[in-house]
Structure formats: structure tokens, C-alpha cells
């Protein structure tokens, strides 16, 4: 091994136990794999290869990932588009020969067939900080609490009564990734004891973002899953988190966002859809937080 073989978009490095994706950052390449970079593939992570013909003259190299191996992959649920699979080499058709070369060779190392999941994540999640704008807020990740700061201009009027919003990983049960190229894109947060039963509408549930257009782009929002998703799964149990002390507070927020929230409080209020009460609670929330 140690071979490199070439594609569109992309380089395969074959090492001794695992595969070095490399990906091409030209503007024609996709923006998840420029977003990418480059990741490492260990064979332990690979159920099975495939060599076939592609579109146009190409032939396709696939490593097909094992479920719970790559929390990419995990996040995605099989909404990525085929040209966005980072397990997808295509090569031009007269590489074909040497596509099945290396696939022959890497076939008696990989996991193969089997339903038993590992137990962590084999390939490296992206790393926080991380953050992106969704089409009614703002999500951030810094490796252990996710927040959600919304927008006046977007969030409904069931997240500006509720607040912006903060989740520690370790109170998370999962994470429901719906790509923004297909209906109702949305990125939200499962709770390991949710309040209630959430709304089916992802635009009014405080535990999610809803994606639009140019809101929530696949090559922002998915690594940002897939980074919860990475750090869920080494979070400490609830039990264990909750015997850690706690001596820091939240951090302040600028005073130009909370008059930006009060202002779009006040509107909210004059137009009926917030109460007198909610309306003074909820003002004197902000005002606490200055």
C-alpha cells in the first residue's frame, strides 16, 4: 500500500490501515469536499468496496461505510446527493483496471459484511468551534454546548417566546439532519428528556433551525452535525455530568442583541401575538441579561 490513485475531485492514499481521502478545492469541486479537506478512512470503518461504471465515460471506485463509523455519514442519513459522496471515487473509464487493482487489494482488510455497530465513531469527526446561519438563526458549536441565537427576521413567534437556546451535548439523545436540497430542511437537537412532545413543525421548535435558501448549505450544516453527533458520542453519561460542578455562568451577551430582541418583542406584543404577560416576562429576561 502507500499508492495514490487519482480522480475528479478527489486523491485516495492507500496506507497500511486505512485510506487518506484528499480532496481537491478547485471551485468546480463540491463544497462539502472542500469543506472536507482530507480524511482519514480506516479499513475498520469500510463494510464493503465497489467498482462500477459511472456517467459519461467514468468508472466509480465506493467504499461503502459501516453504519455508526463515521458520524458524516450518520448525520447524513443518505440525503447526500451521489456527486457529494465523499466515499466516491470516479475515475475515467480507462482507469477501470486499475480501480479494480486496488479494490482487490483492500477487500481482505476491510470489516465486511456484519449489522454490529462499533462502539465509537472510527473516523474523526469535524472539529469545533463551528457554526453557521440557518434562515431563522444563528447555530454555534463550541464542542460541548450548541446554542441557537435567533433572528428577528425569521425565527417564529413560538422561539421568540421561548428564547435562544442553549443544549450541553451531554443532555442530547441524537441529531435530525434534513438536507436543505430537499423539502423542509432542518437541523434539530434530540433531548434526552424533552419537555414534551416536540412540534412536528421543525420552524416551531426552539431545539432546531430550519434551513431556506442559501440558509443551511450541506457543506456547513452537515459537518456541524456531524461534529454534535461526534461529540455525543464521547459525551460523559447525564449521571456523570451532573455530579461535575458548575462554577462558571453563562457568557454575556451583547446589549445590541438584546435590544434587538426587545424591540422585536414589543412587536410581537403590539401585534397580538404575544400576551401582556409573556411580553413583560420575557422582557425582563432580557433585561437580566445585561
Request: charged share 25%; net charge negative.
Amino acid at each position: 500500500m502507500g499508492d495514490v490513485l487519482a480522480g475528479f475531485h478527489a486523491a485516495w492514499e492507500f496506507e497500511s490501515d486505512s485510506v487518506l481521502i484528499r480532496f481537491e478545492r478547485g471551485i468546480r469541486a463540491p463544497k462539502l469536499f472542500q469543506a472536507l479537506g482530507e480524511r482519514r478512512i480506516p479499513h475498520e470503518a469500510i463494510a464493503a468496496l465497489t467498482v462500477a461504471p459511472g456517467k459519461r465515460g467514468t468508472v466509480v471506485l465506493h467504499a461503502v461505510p459501516r453504519p455508526g463509523a463515521d458520524p458524516l455519514m450518520d448525520a447524513a442519513a443518505g440525503q447526500l446527493k451521489e456527486s457529494s459522496d465523499p466515499y466516491r471515487l470516479v475515475l475515467p473509464a480507462e482507469r477501470g483496471t486499475l480501480a479494480d487493482h486496488y479494490a482487490n487489494e483492500l477487500r481482505p482488510l476491510v470489516f465486511g459484511d456484519g449489522d454490529e455497530a462499533p462502539e465509537r465513531y472510527l473516523v474523526p469527526a469535524p472539529e469545533a468551534p463551528m457554526q453557521f446561519k440557518a434562515y431563522d438563526g444563528k447555530a454555534a458549536f463550541d464542542g460541548k454546548t450548541v446554542s441557537f441565537r435567533w433572528f428577528w427576521t425569521g425565527a417564529s413567534s413560538a422561539k421568540w417566546k421561548a428564547g435562544d437556546q442553549s443544549f450541553l451535548v451531554s443532555d442530547l439523545a441524537g441529531v435530525e439532519w434534513r438536507s436543505p436540497e430537499l423539502f423542509e430542511g432542518h437541523l434539530r437537537l434530540l433531548r434526552r428528556d424533552p419537555p414534551g412532545a416536540p412540534p412536528a413543525q421543525a420552524d416551531q421548535d426552539p431545539a432546531s433551525v430550519v434551513f431556506g435558501l442559501g440558509y443551511g448549505p450541506v457543506h456547513e450544516s452537515l459537518p456541524f452535525a456531524a461534529a454534535v453527533l461526534g461529540a455525543l458520542r464521547s459525551a460523559p453519561s447525564p449521571a456523570a455530568t451532573a455530579a461535575l460542578p458548575r462554577h462558571a455562568g453563562p457568557a454575556r451577551r451583547d446589549p445590541a442583541d438584546i435590544a434587538d430582541s426587545i424591540r422585536h418583542l414589543g412587536e410581537l406584543h403590539e401585534a397580538g401575538l404575544v400576551t401582556d404577560e409573556e411580553f413583560s416576562t420575557k422582557k425582563a429576561q432580557l433585561l437580566a441579561e445585561l
